[in-house]
């Protein structure tokens, strides 16, 4: 299994996720919603006046951007993510170098907390998915994901619409992407909550695997709150 966070509250959709989607033949078996609080953390004994460079994940500096813009002459440096950021910077000797973090890793390399809270909202969450290789659907499943391609023809996306409307299934989110190496093409990314046990739902799966260009289920769960 694998963890992913696919979209935050005040950030939108991490969209290097959906690309990878795309690329990968994976599906998504569960979900969840997490409350993110960022701090802004340094080396023991660090103080925030001598911050020069902040490292933390780009969806982590959108999501405290108007703590971030509140700084003078403090360089933003995107990495991989939140904890590489942290493991770093714990490791300065300059006393100059900060990270945008969690509190449990401020407790893993015994850093010191500068500021807390520093996100730009205070509801400010973020969905992950957990997939998995192999296709699995766990009893209680109510959201569906497929991601298509539609044929580029007036009225190909407001039919697809339709046929889920006419069925009950509640349109939850819908992302676009544009596939690369292609001439404007877009990959459509579709939530709906429907009970995996609505068997209309899925004729209509069967009937648009025919009728659109590029077709993958990417699995029935249920989410977690």
Not at 26 to 38: G, L
Not at 77 to 84: G, L, M, W, Y
Not at 109 to 126: C, G, K, P, R, W
Not at 177 to 192: G, L, T
Request: hydrophobic share 40%.
């Amino acid at each position: 299994y694998g963890i992913l966070p696919i979209e935050n509250s005040s950030a939108g959709s991490v969209n290097e996720i959906y690309d990878l989607l795309i690329k990968y033949d994976v599906h998504i078996v569960r979900s969840t919603r997490v409350r993110i609080d960022h701090l802004l953390l340094g080396s023991k004994g660090m103080k925030v006046e001598n911050v020069k460079t902040i490292y933390s994940h780009p969806q982590a500096i959108r999501q405290c951007s108007h703590y971030l813009d509140s700084l003078k002459d403090v360089q933003i440096i995107p990495c991989e993510n939140t904890a590489i950021a942290a493991s770093m910077v714990a490791k300065d000797t300059t006393g100059t170098m900060a990270s945008i973090s969690s509190r449990s890793c401020a407790e893993l390399y015994n850093m010191s907390v500068l500021a807390e809270d520093i996100q730009n909202f205070d509801s400010n969450h973020t969905r992950f998915i957990c997939i998995t290789k192999d296709l699995k659907i766990y009893p209680g499943a109510d959201r569906t994901s497929i991601m298509m391609v539609i044929p580029n023809k007036p009225g190909k996306l407001f039919s697809v619409l339709s046929r889920f409307s006419a069925v009950g299934a509640n349109l939850v989110k819908l992302e676009s992407r544009p596939i690369p190496n292609s001439d404007f093409e877009f990959m459509f990314y579709f939530d709906m909550s429907v009970s995996v046990y609505d068997n209309a739902f899925f004729d209509i799966l069967e009937q648009l695997k025919d009728e659109c260009e590029y077709f993958h289920y990417l699995g029935s769960y249920s989410e977690v709150m």
